[in-house]
């Protein structure tokens, strides 16, 4: 088995997370602690990638150029792969893998899951932007292909648009259904993953013994892990207190996902328990930051100063701040200095907003009208929330 570069075990930075950091509550969750030999079933993943969905950017994007191509995967994701007349086999694979509904997805269970991420309102958005994303950037390992496809040119807030939406599209009402726009915001995004390696491959010097495959099944993997389990420990420390229908249904909700992105799904976990497994598998033996990822995170940070919603610019640095205190209530001083983040003095202000929130949890686990009612309020401000992303990012594009 060859093993690349970026196998490092144990992380040097991942490891405090999990020894003192917020890791070390969730890895009581776990009956025994992944062995060395459990840990090394990673490797092969890192040379695994989505296989049907390179052949439709190979045999058809490239070969056909990108305004056919892309006609083509419209008509099939509005009107069927039926409805496209001489579909290459390619497109007829894809389609029979995305339009196969596996055995063991329960609708119900899925949008139980969905409806969460739903209720969490602005307070998802900031776990995930502060959290997830931020967090992420402790890793030079899975953020290479960033760097490869111009992410530091490009600028922390296109990621944000793009991820903001996709995540807003794919958690509405039902809408991993076949006809919905989740559905096809997924489709979407695993041929852009798809289309970013083979240009990476082909176009650069991409070293694969060291780095594995671009965009492989292990980061792929790791990054459903961000939306489900650190999504979900993160709303737990802001005080949210999910029922056990949500929590299940928030990895069920993900796994499904994840097999839409063509992430084998025996990959992804079911339960809180495995998904801790998994996420500490993957964590413990990443490389730490360099300077790439830690430009990445100050883009990042710095990112509410160019915001076009914020009239002024003490709102702007006010914002920076919030976020930065966020980031240290998540990850923990340690793993901010290491990618370059600076102190925030408003240290306080997530625990006020735990505190607020815990008493907002009661309402919601004992009447059933204030739920639908939270669900529906988290829903409005999530769109209103994409609604400003989504201008501020045209307005930039405009300049």
Known sequence: MTVPERFIYPSPGFEHYWREGRGK??????????????????????????????????????????????????????????????????????????????????WKKAESGAAFCRRTGSLGLIVLRNYSLMGGYESSAINKPLIFTGALKKGAAKRITETTEFWINITGENALQRSETGFKSILKTRLMHAYARISILQQTEWNSESWGIPVNQCDMAATNLGFSIVFLNGLVNLGYRPTREETEGLFHFWKYTGYLLGIPPEYLPDTEEQAVAELYKWTITQPPADADTKTLALALMNEPMTAHYLKYSWQRRLVVKIHLAYNYFFLGERSCTSIGLPKSRLRFYPYIVRFIKGTDELLVRNFPAYYRYSVRRGRRVQEKIRSLIIAMDMSRFSK
């Open 25 to 106: 509550k969730l890895l009581r969750k776990l009956s025994q602690i992944p062995s060395l030999a459990e840990i090394q079933t990673q490797v092969p993943r890192m040379f695994e990638y989505d296989a049907a969905a390179d052949a439709v950017i190979r045999e058809i994007y490239l070969e056909r150029g990108y305004k056919e191509a892309d006609a083509l995967v419209k008509q099939a994701l509005d009107h069927g792969i039926d409805s496209v007349p001489g579909a290459p086999d390619c497109l007829h694979q894809l389609f029979r893998e995305t339009d196969t509904v596996p055995t063991w997805l329960d």
